[in-house]
C-alpha cells in the first residue's frame, strides 16, 4: 500500500519515496509539476489561518478522501507550528514521525530552552517580553524557513511571536537519524538567506555535504545524540546552529521531521532509513555521503508573474511552478540545483544558473501578472 506524505513543500520526501521505490499519496500548498508527476494522488490544502499549517476543514476534507488508501503518513514542514494538526494525522492513521509530546517539546521556545541548558548546549537567551534594548530578533513560534523572523526592534510585537538575541556564526545544518535513544549523523550542510524587504532572515539555499574540522564534527554529533535521549526524538531530524571560527556551537532550533538537506544527500536512501530509524533500526556507523557537493536554493519572484504553457524547465531545476499557475511578488518560483567537486564551485555554478534561469522568465517567457493575489504560490517564507 501507498505512503501518505503531508507538507508545506512535499517534493523533495516524494523523491525520497521514489528512489525508495514507495508509491505515494500527497497533501501540500503547491502540488508542483514534479510533485504531480511523482504521486499516485496530489491534493492542494491551503494554509490556515496567519498563513501557517494547513486550512484544517481542507485537510480533514482530504484525509477523508484518502481514507484507506495508505499505510502510514510521514510529515515535513507545516506541522510543528499547529501541533493540533499533528493529532489529526494521527487519528488517520499511523504516523511515521516525532509524536506530538516530542513537538511541543521541541517547537516550545521555553521548553526548548529548558531542554538544550539540561544538555549543556549553548542557546541564545530568549525573552516573551519585547527587549528594550537592540541585537533581538522576533521570531513566530513553530516558525520555519525564516520567513518570519525580523529585527525585535522593526515594528511592534505580534501575537504567538517571542524574542531570541542575536548571534554570531556560520550556519549550519545537521542532518541526523533518531531512534528515540541514539542518533547517527548524515551528513552536515551549509545555509544561507535571501532577504527581502519584509524578510531580512528569509530562507536562501544550503550545499553539502561540508566537511568539518573532526572536533566539531565529533561535538556536533555527540550534541544530536543527547538531544534524542533527553527528547525522544525519531527518524530524521534537522539541527540548526551558528559556529563560530573558534568552533563554538550555539544551538539555533531543532527540526523534528526531515528538511531541506535531505535535497543534497539524495545519494543515501533517506526514506528507507527514516521509516527504519522510526521502527527503531539505525543506519550504521560512520554514513558515508557521496564525495559530490550539491547545492540548491529557492528561486523567489521579484514580481508577480504567470508561468506560461510550455515553459522548458532545466532539469536541474525542481518544484517547478504548474503552467498557468500565478506566482505573487517575494514567493517562490521554484528550487535550483548545481552539483561539483567543492561547495564553493556548487554555489557559483548555482547563482549562474538563477541568474540565468529569472532573465527567462523576465524577458518575456513568463508572463507578467498585474495585482493579482490569486495563487496557491503566495507564501514567502516557505519552510525547509
Aim: aromatic share 6%; glycine share 10%; charged share 20%.
Amino acid at each position: 500500500m501507498a505512503s501518505l506524505i503531508v507538507a508545506y513543500s512535499a517534493r523533495a520526501l516524494v523523491q525520497a519515496a521514489a528512489r525508495a521505490g514507495e508509491p505515494v499519496h500527497v497533501i501540500d500548498w503547491f502540488a508542483d509539476e514534479d510533485t504531480r508527476a511523482l504521486a499516485v494522488t496530489c491534493h492542494v490544502v491551503p494554509p490556515g489561518k496567519a498563513g501557517s499549517g494547513f486550512a484544517r476543514v481542507a485537510l480533514d476534507g482530504a484525509l477523508s478522501e484518502l481514507a484507506g488508501r495508505f499505510d502510514k503518513i510521514v510529515y515535513g514542514a507545516g506541522i510543528e507550528g499547529r501541533p493540533a494538526l499533528l493529532a489529526r494525522l494521527e487519528r488517520a492513521g499511523r504516523v511515521f514521525g516525532n509524536p506530538l509530546s516530542v513537538l511541543k517539546l521541541t517547537k516550545d521556545p521555553a521548553a526548548l530552552s529548558d531542554l538544550l541548558t539540561r544538555i549543556g548546549a549553548n542557546h541564545p537567551e530568549i525573552s516573551f517580553n519585547r527587549p528594550d534594548t537592540s541585537g533581538w530578533l522576533s521570531k513566530r513560534v513553530g516558525g520555519s524557513g525564516g520567513g518570519h523572523v525580523t529585527w525585535a526592534d522593526e515594528g511592534s510585537g505580534r501575537a504567538g511571536h517571542y524574542y531570541q538575541r542575536a548571534v554570531a556564526g556560520t550556519g549550519m545544518s545537521v542532518l541526523f537519524a533518531a531512534d528515540g535513544a541514539k542518533a547517527v549523523v548524515l551528513g552536515f550542510s551549509e545555509q544561507w538567506t535571501s532577504p527581502s524587504r519584509t524578510s531580512p532572515f528569509r530562507y536562501g539555499g544550503c550545499a553539502g555535504p561540508i566537511d568539518l574540522d573532526d572536533a566539531i564534527a565529533a561535538a556536533l554529533a555527540s550534541l544530536c545524540g543527547r538531544l534524542t535521549a533527553e527528547a525522544g526524538l525519531v527518524g530524521l531530524n534537522g539541527l540548526d546552529c551558528l559556529i563560530t571560527p573558534d568552533g563554538d556551537i550555539t544551538v539555533i532550533e531543532i527540526n523534528p521531521r526531515p528538511g531541506a538537506a535531505i535535497d543534497l544527500l539524495d545519494d543515501l536512501n533517506l526514506w528507507q532509513i527514516h521509516i527504519n530509524a522510526i521502527s527503531g533500526q539505525l543506519p550504521p556507523y560512520p554514513v558515508r555521503p557521496s564525495r559530490t557537493k550539491r547545492a540548491a536554493c529557492v528561486l523567489y519572484a521579484d514580481q508577480p508573474l504567470i508561468v506560461p504553457s510550455g515553459f522548458a524547465w532545466p532539469d536541474w531545476t525542481a518544484d517547478r511552478t504548474v503552467a498557468g499557475q500565478a506566482i505573487a511578488k517575494a514567493a517562490p518560483i521554484c528550487t535550483v540545483f548545481a552539483e561539483a567537486d567543492l561547495v564553493s564551485h556548487s554555489r557559483e555554478l548555482l547563482e549562474k544558473r538563477t541568474r540565468s534561469l529569472y532573465k527567462r522568465l523576465t524577458d518575456g517567457d513568463a508572463v507578467p501578472l498585474v495585482l493579482s493575489n490569486d495563487t496557491s504560490h503566495t507564501d514567502p517564507s516557505v519552510a525547509v
